[in-house]
């Protein structure tokens, strides 16, 4: 004979999850905010609802709101904002917030914001990062501080470029420049100096001092 072990009377049951609350839908009204939660008024019941994570548009008094919550003293949330009153647009614009870190990630196509007018702003830095980049405005204006651009080609194309400046400074290895009309230099002083060659030519030269005229080197030729 062989030997078999007997099976036990009872096996071992599996834990059973926990229960889940019961969770209910309702429709209701923003009465008030304290910090992170909203009071919210539907039918008899008055509750303490905190904006969830999906509910972009931040709610305000006298919004009408759908609501998610568990029975009487359990967690609750405010999951959209269905309605708001035209009064309580006066408040100021709809505002759409989310606590944290965010990145708005479109996989395939475009990405396209319209609006009358549009305002981007930063509280510490901006970055724009694009392989093409263009700007068409029919006016534009940038006021900066400091302002710094690095560039391997920049060209300027225009009818008409005008600078106001304290001190300019121009540094580069070759600089040539054309003007086809009058280029015309206004200043106190005016001091050119060549560390080799020094050439002016035209097929007129005028030169007039109203007091002196003074030329002076180790040989002058004239003619």
Do not use: Y
């Not at 009377?9 to 209701?28: D, K």
Request: charged share 20%; with cysteine.
């Amino acid at each position: 004979m062989h030997d078999t072990l007997a099976a036990p009377a009872t096996r071992r049951r599996r834990a059973a999850p926990p229960a889940t609350p019961a969770a209910h839908w309702c429709v209701g009204v923003v009465t008030a905010r304290q910090g992170e939660r909203f009071a919210v008024v539907s039918g008899a019941q008055a509750l303490q609802l905190q904006r969830a994570v999906g509910c972009l548009l931040e709610p305000r008094p006298g919004d009408t709101v759908a609501c998610l919550h568990t029975e009487a003293g359990g967690e609750g949330w405010v999951m959209a904002v269905l309605t708001r009153e035209p009064a309580n647009e006066t408040d100021g614009p709809h505002r759409l917030s989310l606590p944290g870190d965010t990145e708005l990630s479109v996989g395939r196509g475009r990405l396209s914001l319209q609006a009358t007018d549009l305002a981007l702003r930063a509280d510490q830095g901006l970055s724009v990062q694009a392989h093409d980049a263009r700007l068409t405005v029919d006016s534009g204006e940038a006021v900066a501080r400091q302002w710094r651009m690095s560039a391997g080609v920049m060209k300027l194309v225009g009818s008409l470029l005008s600078t106001v400046v304290d001190r300019a400074q121009h540094f580069s290895r070759h600089h040539l420049r054309r003007t086809e009309g009058l280029d015309r230099v206004h200043a106190t002083h005016l001091d050119c100096e060549a560390e080799q060659l020094l050439r002016l030519s035209g097929e007129h030269a005028l030169v007039n001092g109203e007091k002196l005229v003074k030329a002076r080197g180790a040989q002058i030729h004239f003619g």
